[in-house]
């Protein structure tokens, strides 16, 4: 018997993972909680509706984090539901329009963000040798948040790989990983960056390839592979990475019998955590320092909640992913922590345009970066 | 309504945008499918065969009492049927809109108002849901006591305009025996309000007109609920009997003592292999008893040795009370979508009735009986999941595999015919907790016989127009 888990979702279930859907939350209505988009999934299959620009909106209002999945028993993975969906809209032309440009802007830049394609790795190549060919060791797979958006993470990253071990290269011609492109419905586009990368990475003739970003490590790590594009090479997020070190000793982070003062608390990223299982490694990282004490929020592990950023919901709604951001950064501040940290460039870029001062927020890399030195 | 064309839809439309603006009105295709059902279970091998359910006109998303209060007016000049909506976790299509109308979700009305340390009482909007609302309480060391399955999708306004109950009600009640007071739209627009006293003689509890109403005589804005602290401990106790009478023996009997478990579930012994899943035998035809008691340790101690006594005197054997713990861990699993029910054409519902214990052991024969023995092919099992002084609750559960979804729907409307029938035939009532919506509309009747004569004249005083949940109710 094979199971329908669009039926199991928009026709069978009395919505019991609603109350902590962050979209569903925030507009209060049926229709765009994982049973309505489920269901009306269920219609489009049938040609029950036609599927318009309100259809396409209401599927677009989404952040693909799979928290709903968490609370799911027969675990609907309803963002697979909600992708497929997209990729079908995007086809019928009736997608947001943010989404049909993010894909004119990748085909043209290799970006989401439309920045020159040539800048993507200038200023990391500035004092380091341009795409060092030796064989084995590490490669920095930059990701485009950290290129364009969030420059001090990239250069975060890149002082503690120097630090950590034998240096590291950047990849010659990195493009998108393609995450936002999938999380859209841009498919094709998404093979097309895929096959690319898969290219550029194992030519690179590293043994490891290591992200910033949790979107590239899920992509390259999970999705490649179901797109045909399996890596040879092995990829680390960089707190799996940073964990490693630390523990063979590369590392080094000073004991010290100082009181934990520094109240910390982690934001899982949606990519890292829920659909990568990287949970303990961030927290290991944070929690060798012997000052900071962590703090989880609420809702943390497999129960966070998503920044709102994701699945194209900062995108296409950036006023709504706002406000989910927000919600977040007041759960932040509800444990009493001073610093938010999470690891995740785009996870970090919202939550520190949302904060309003409330609470400093860090990437892993900046964190790690700023306190090796300062922090015992 | 529908059939009023565009030109009146556009006019329609214009005054409601009026009242709660544009971003609070939708209109398309969309949304209306979304609001077309709720959990009733009918609704589900009839959208799987293909058929279409009645959908809304519009759906509004009032932000407060006032804009109610200004759109049930306007439903009243142009004769609209007006819809409540909470999280649409009813079961038995009370929110379907049979004749179109407007959708009034209150689920933007989800404010917790004020929180009444001294007297332990928390005034919420209604839409505010059932697991939220929980979860604040006990942030401040305080509970609703309720948890109705539909927890997870369920509004306070659903809650008490359905008459639920929680895994609780035992020791602390259904909804009913919550609600200190509420602020109610009346169907001519009126805001009135009940305030939250501990007891009152001053006439009928008009309360307790709107509590169980579905819609049909106001839209609820606001109620106040009695809370508790939590807990200092939750125990659970698990035995099997020989057979079902054992157990509501021993049950009576736990009663009679003074004991008030905050839990008391007893299987029957179909039920009871579906619960246990081979993790205790359990004797062909015996039962299943889940008890909880909780409060200070103290009391939890003393109720605990004494209704295991009772049990013990009855024949009850003690199995680990880690089977108990289980079912309270799990206990909204059965809610979940699952690959037995989600084959082909499995349909699979729920009865809820009760009655006083004289008729309670009949009540659940004949209902069975009568249903096995005019439906071939269908199984009913059941829990007893509600107990009290004087009588307790039976959840019927029936399931059936049809060849095809079209005969699933024939035999599940014959299943329900036979059930309520049989349970009048016992004296017993025809609903316990799930409400009446459509499912039970046309038995109203003969449930509350010329009584219900009552309910349809106060229906109409209030209401003259009709235009509040038509055909729910009965009404």
Same mark, same amino acid.
């Given at each position: 018997?094979?199971?329908?888990?669009?039926?199991?979702?928009?026709?069978?279930?009395?919505?019991?993972?609603?109350?902590?859907?962050?979209?569903?939350?925030?507009?209060?209505?049926?229709?765009?909680?994982?049973?309505?988009?489920?269901?009306?999934?269920?219609?489009?299959?049938?040609?029950?509706?036609?599927?318009?620009?309100?259809?396409?909106?209401?599927?677009?209002?989404?952040?693909?984090?799979?928290?709903?999945?968490?609370?799911?028993?027969?675990?609907?993975?309803?963002?697979?539901?909600?992708?497929?969906?997209?990729?079908?809209?995007?086809?019928?032309?009736?997608?947001?329009?943010?989404?049909?440009?993010?894909?004119?802007?990748?085909?043209?830049?290799?970006?989401? #963000?439309?920045?020159?394609?040539?800048?993507?790795?200038?200023?990391? %190549?500035?004092?380091?040798?341009?795409?060092?060919?030796?064989?084995?060791? @590490?490669?920095?797979?930059?990701?485009?948040?950290? =290129?364009?958006?969030?420059?001090?993470?990239?250069?975060?990253? =890149?002082?503690?790989?120097?630090?950590?071990?034998?240096?590291?290269?950047?990849?010659?011609?990195?493009?998108?990983?393609?995450?936002?492109?999938?999380?859209?419905?841009?498919?094709?586009?998404?093979?097309?960056?895929?096959?690319?990368?898969?290219?550029?990475?194992?030519?690179?003739?590293?043994?490891?390839?290591?992200?910033?970003?949790?979107?590239?490590?899920?992509?390259?790590?999970?999705?490649?592979?179901?797109?045909?594009?399996?890596?040879?090479? %092995?990829?680390?997020?960089?707190?799996? #990475?940073?964990?490693? @070190?630390?523990?063979?000793?590369?590392?080094?982070?000073?004991?010290?019998?100082?009181?934990?003062?520094?109240? @910390?608390?982690?934001?899982?990223?949606?990519?890292?955590?829920?659909?990568?299982?990287?949970?303990?490694?961030?927290?290991?990282?944070?929690?060798?320092?012997? %000052?900071?004490?962590?703090?989880?929020?609420?809702?943390?592990?497999?129960?966070?909640?998503?920044?709102?950023?994701?699945?194209?919901?900062?995108?296409?709604?950036?006023?709504?992913?706002?406000?989910?951001?927000?919600? %977040?950064?007041?759960?932040?501040?509800?444990?009493?922590?001073?610093?938010?940290?999470?690891?995740?460039?785009?996870?970090?870029?919202?939550?520190?345009? @949302?904060?309003?001062?409330?609470?400093?927020?860090?990437?892993?890399?900046?964190?790690?970066?700023?306190?090796?030195?300062?922090?015992? | 309504?529908?059939?009023?064309?565009?030109?009146?839809?556009?006019?329609?439309?214009? &005054?409601?945008?009026?009242?709660?603006?544009?971003?609070?009105?939708?209109?398309?295709?969309?949304?209306?499918?979304?609001?077309?059902?709720?959990?009733?279970?009918?609704?589900?091998?009839?959208?799987?065969?293909?058929?279409?359910?009645?959908?809304?006109?519009?759906?509004?998303?009032?932000?407060?009492?006032?804009?109610?209060?200004?759109? *049930?007016?306007?439903?009243?000049?142009?004769?609209?049927?007006?819809?409540?909506? +909470?999280?649409?976790?009813?079961?038995?299509?009370?929110?379907?809109?049979?004749?179109?109308?407007?959708?009034?979700?209150?689920?933007?009305?989800?404010?917790? *108002?004020?929180?009444?340390?001294?007297?332990?009482?928390?005034?919420?909007?209604?839409?505010?849901?059932?697991?939220?609302?929980?979860?604040?309480?006990?942030?401040?060391?305080?509970?609703?006591?309720?948890?109705?399955?539909?927890?997870?999708?369920?509004? *306070?306004?659903?809650?008490?305009?359905?008459?639920?109950?929680?895994?609780?009600?035992?020791?602390?009640?259904?909804?009913?025996?919550?609600?200190?007071?509420?602020?109610?739209?009346?169907?001519? +627009?009126?805001?009135?309000?009940?305030?939250?006293?501990?007891?009152?003689?001053?006439?009928?509890?008009?309360?307790?007109?709107? /509590?169980?109403?579905?819609?049909?005589?106001? /839209?609820?804005?606001? $109620?106040?609920?009695?809370?508790?602290?939590?807990?200092?401990?939750?125990?659970?106790?698990?035995?099997?009997?020989?057979?079902?009478?054992?157990?509501?023996?021993?049950?009576?009997?736990?009663?009679?003592?003074?004991?008030?478990?905050? *839990?008391?579930?007893?299987?029957?012994?179909?039920?009871?292999?579906?619960?246990?899943?081979?993790?205790? &035998?359990?004797?062909? +035809?015996?039962?299943?008893?889940?008890?909880?008691?909780?409060?200070?340790?103290?009391?939890?101690?003393?109720?605990?040795?004494?209704?295991?006594?009772?049990?013990?005197?009855?024949?009850?054997?003690? $199995?680990?009370?880690?089977?108990?713990?289980?079912?309270?861990?799990?206990?909204?699993?059965?809610?979940?979508?699952?690959?037995?029910?989600?084959?082909?054409?499995?349909?699979?519902?729920?009865?809820? $009735?009760?009655?006083?214990?004289?008729?309670?052991?009949?009540?659940?024969?004949?209902?069975?009986?009568?249903?096995?023995?005019?439906?071939?092919?269908?199984?009913?099992?059941?829990?007893?999941?509600?107990?009290? &002084? !004087?009588? +307790?609750?039976?959840?019927?559960?029936?399931?059936?595999?049809?060849? !095809?979804?079209?005969?699933?729907?024939?035999?599940?409307?014959?299943?329900?015919?036979?059930?309520?029938?049989?349970?009048?035939?016992?004296?017993?009532?025809?609903?316990?907790?799930?409400? $009446?919506?459509?499912?039970?509309?046309?038995?109203?009747?003969?449930?509350?016989?010329?009584?219900?004569?009552?309910?349809?004249?106060?229906?109409?005083?209030?209401?003259?127009?009709?235009?509040?949940?038509?055909?729910?109710?009965?009404?």
């Amino acid at each position: 018997m094979t199971l329908d888990p669009v039926v199991m979702c928009g026709v069978e279930c009395m919505k019991m993972c609603r109350f902590v859907c962050i979209v569903a939350n925030q507009l209060k209505l049926e229709t765009v909680a994982p049973y309505g988009k489920c269901l009306i999934a269920y219609y489009l299959r049938n040609e029950a509706i036609k599927g318009g620009k309100r259809t396409a909106e209401v599927i677009y209002q989404c952040a693909t984090c799979g928290l709903c999945t968490e609370w799911c028993l027969p675990r609907v993975d309803v963002p697979e539901i909600v992708k497929d969906v997209r990729a079908k809209l995007l086809e019928k032309d009736v997608a947001p329009e943010a989404t049909v440009e993010l894909g004119e802007r990748a085909r043209s830049e290799r970006n989401p #963000y439309g920045e020159p394609h040539n800048k993507r790795l200038a200023a990391l %190549r500035k004092g380091k040798k341009n795409g060092k060919k030796k064989e084995g060791g @590490v490669a920095y797979f930059v990701g485009c948040t950290s =290129a364009y958006k969030q420059p001090s993470i990239a250069k975060a990253t =890149a002082e503690i790989l120097e630090q950590a071990g034998d240096g590291f290269t950047l990849i010659d011609e990195e493009w998108c990983c393609g995450a936002p492109l999938l999380s859209t419905g841009h498919r094709e586009l998404a093979a097309e960056h895929a096959k690319h990368n898969k290219e550029v990475i194992e030519r690179s003739g590293c043994d490891i390839v290591v992200t910033s970003c949790a979107g590239c490590y899920m992509t390259l790590s999970r999705d490649y592979p179901k797109m045909g594009f399996p890596l040879k090479t %092995r990829v680390l997020h960089l707190s799996q #990475y940073l964990w490693k @070190v630390i523990e063979e000793g590369k590392l080094e982070i000073r004991k010290t019998s100082r009181e934990k003062d520094l109240k @910390v608390t982690y934001h899982d990223p949606c990519h890292l955590g829920r659909h990568m299982g990287v949970y303990e490694e961030p927290r290991s990282v944070l929690n060798s320092f012997a %000052r900071v004490q962590l703090i989880e929020m609420e809702w943390s592990k497999r129960n966070s909640k998503c920044c709102g950023s994701g699945g194209g919901l900062q995108l296409n709604f950036p006023e709504l992913s706002r406000k989910i951001g927000m919600e %977040r950064i007041r759960e932040a501040t509800a444990t009493g922590a001073e610093i938010l940290v999470t690891a995740c460039p785009f996870c970090k870029n919202q939550l520190e345009g @949302v904060s309003e001062g409330k609470i400093k927020v860090y990437d892993l890399s900046e964190f790690v970066a700023k306190h090796l030195k300062t922090l015992e | 309504m529908s059939e009023r064309g565009a030109f009146w839809r556009n006019i329609v439309y214009e &005054e409601i945008v009026g009242i709660v603006g544009q971003k609070n009105v939708y209109c398309d295709e969309a949304d209306l499918l979304c609001y077309s059902r709720d959990a009733w279970q009918l609704t589900v091998p009839w959208i799987k065969g293909g058929g279409e359910l009645p959908k809304p006109d519009f759906i509004v998303h009032p932000e407060n009492a006032e804009q109610i209060s200004e759109i *049930v007016k306007l439903a009243n000049r142009f004769r609209i049927p007006l819809i409540p909506f +909470g999280g649409g976790a009813g079961v038995c299509g009370g929110t379907i809109p049979v004749h179109g109308g407007i959708v009034v979700d209150l689920k933007k009305m989800d404010r917790i *108002v004020k929180v009444d340390h001294k007297s332990l009482l928390v005034t919420v909007q209604p839409g505010i849901l059932g697991e939220v609302l929980e979860r604040e309480l006990n942030k401040m060391g305080y509970t609703l006591p309720h948890y109705p399955a539909s927890m997870y999708c369920s509004t *306070v306004g659903g809650f008490v305009a359905c008459r639920s109950a929680g895994s609780l009600s035992s020791k602390y009640g259904k909804i009913e025996d919550m609600v200190a007071g509420m602020e109610v739209v009346i169907p001519t +627009g009126e805001i009135i309000r009940i305030k939250p006293v501990p007891r009152s003689s001053t006439g009928p509890d008009l309360k307790q007109l709107f /509590i169980g109403s579905e819609g049909t005589l106001g /839209i609820i804005t606001e $109620v106040t609920l009695k809370i508790k602290h939590l807990p200092e401990e939750r125990r659970f106790k698990a035995f099997i009997f020989k057979n079902l009478h054992s157990g509501i023996e021993s049950v009576i009997k736990i009663f009679r003592k003074g004991v008030k478990p905050c *839990v008391i579930r007893l299987y029957d012994y179909i039920d009871a292999q579906f619960t246990l899943k081979g993790k205790a &035998e359990i004797p062909e +035809g015996g039962s299943y008893l889940i008890l909880g008691f909780d409060g200070s340790r103290e009391i939890v101690d003393l109720e605990e040795k004494i209704a295991t006594g009772i049990c013990l005197e009855e024949g009850g054997v003690e $199995v680990s009370r880690e089977l108990a713990e289980h079912w309270w861990r799990h206990r909204y699993d059965m809610y979940y979508p699952d690959a037995f029910r989600s084959s082909y054409s499995i349909i699979a519902d729920t009865v809820d $009735v009760a009655a006083p214990y004289d008729k309670l052991e009949e009540l659940y024969w004949t209902i069975k009986r009568t249903v096995e023995e005019r439906n071939p092919g269908v199984t009913m099992m059941a829990h007893f999941s509600h107990f009290y &002084e !004087d009588g +307790g609750s039976i959840y019927m559960i029936f399931f059936t595999q049809q060849q !095809d979804h079209e005969r699933a729907v024939k035999v599940y409307n014959s299943v329900w015919k036979d059930a309520l029938e049989a349970c009048l035939k016992v004296g017993g009532t025809i609903s316990h907790h799930h409400g $009446v919506g459509l499912v039970r509309a046309g038995w109203m009747h003969k449930e509350h016989g010329k009584a219900f004569d009552i309910l349809k004249a106060i229906k109409r005083a209030l209401d003259p127009n009709n235009i509040m949940n038509p055909g729910k109710l009965g009404l």
